[in-house]
């Protein structure tokens, strides 16, 4: 080697020695010696799995509180939560007992319900809802469930705080009565899914599909909110499976203009 690589060396190992000095130093604390105390707490026996480094010890103003948070305490069992794409709600489906659901939204600044409706809530109601969809612009959300064989779609407006009996009825869709279908759709007890589901297809329409399990029967139709009318004629398809399949989750991709369907058994 070289002479004046051998300096060239020198000087590198001297700058980084000088580099990690700094950094001893920065992590310097007028408290104490508290290298020895965190050297300590990472070798006790204590239950932590995951230990401190203790050059972090300067730097915990920074790491604290990067998120905030709060318990909202819910008055029933949640089925499922989602944010609104427009970061404004928290919307919830939660279950009381089998005859009554409940949809609420809580303010992500107050914290506050904003929203809340009942589904079902009657003696003969059985009702199986799961999730809540929202268009892009998070101004609609609509919600499938069934009710003891009969299949709906309940849509409503961010802007409604409170709805009447008479604008609940409107903007809830009797998917039986518009397919002609009977009501012997057996669901699975311990199963959250109503056999039903739906996604928004631009603003105001909706894709939703079932699955009709008398005889096995896939149906899929688009919905206009606006007019509330079906689109175009729906689609029936008989099913290669057995009468325990259901529908778990739909999506439109807007890029393709595809709307692609899942069920538990494809």
């Not at 300096?7 to 001893?24: A, C, P, S, Y």
């Not at 705080?161 to 903007?171: A, D, F, M, T």
Request: one cysteine or more; aromatic letters at 14%; hydrophobic letters at 35%.
């Amino acid at each position: 080697m070289s002479k004046e690589s051998k300096e060239n060396g020198e000087d590198l190992n001297l700058r980084r020695l000088k580099i990690f000095e700094n950094v001893e130093s920065d992590c310097s604390d007028d408290e104490g010696d508290w290298e020895q105390e965190a050297i300590l707490a990472v070798n006790s026996d204590s239950g932590r799995t995951r230990k401190p480094h203790p050059f972090f010890k300067n730097y915990k103003g920074l790491l604290n509180d990067l998120v905030l948070c709060k318990s909202v305490k819910t008055m029933w069992f949640i089925i499922n939560m989602a944010i609104s794409f427009d970061s404004k709600v928290a919307i919830t489906i939660t279950m009381k007992n089998d005859r009554t659901y409940f949809i609420k939204m809580y303010s992500l600044e107050s914290k506050e319900i904003v929203f809340e409706e009942m589904i079902g809530g009657g003696e003969k109601n059985y009702i199986k809802c799961k999730e809540i969809v929202q268009n892009d612009n998070a101004t609609l959300f609509a919600t499938s469930y069934i009710d003891d064989g009969k299949f709906f779609v309940r849509y409503m407006a961010k802007t409604e705080k409170v709805r009447s009996p008479e604008l609940i009825k409107s903007s809830t869709l009797d998917i039986n009565s518009l397919l002609k279908l009977d009501d012997w759709t057996m669901i699975i007890d311990g199963f959250a899914e109503p056999f039903v589901s739906c996604c928004f297809v631009g603003l105001d329409t909706l894709f939703v599909f079932l699955f009709y399990t008398p005889k096995k029967t896939h149906y899929h139709f688009l919905y206009n909110t606006k007019t509330n009318q079906m689109v175009g004629s729906p689609v029936e398809i008989t099913l290669d499976c057995n009468a325990k399949n259901f529908p778990v989750k739909c999506f439109y991709n807007d890029d393709k203009d595809e709307i692609y369907a899942f069920y538990r058994q494809g």
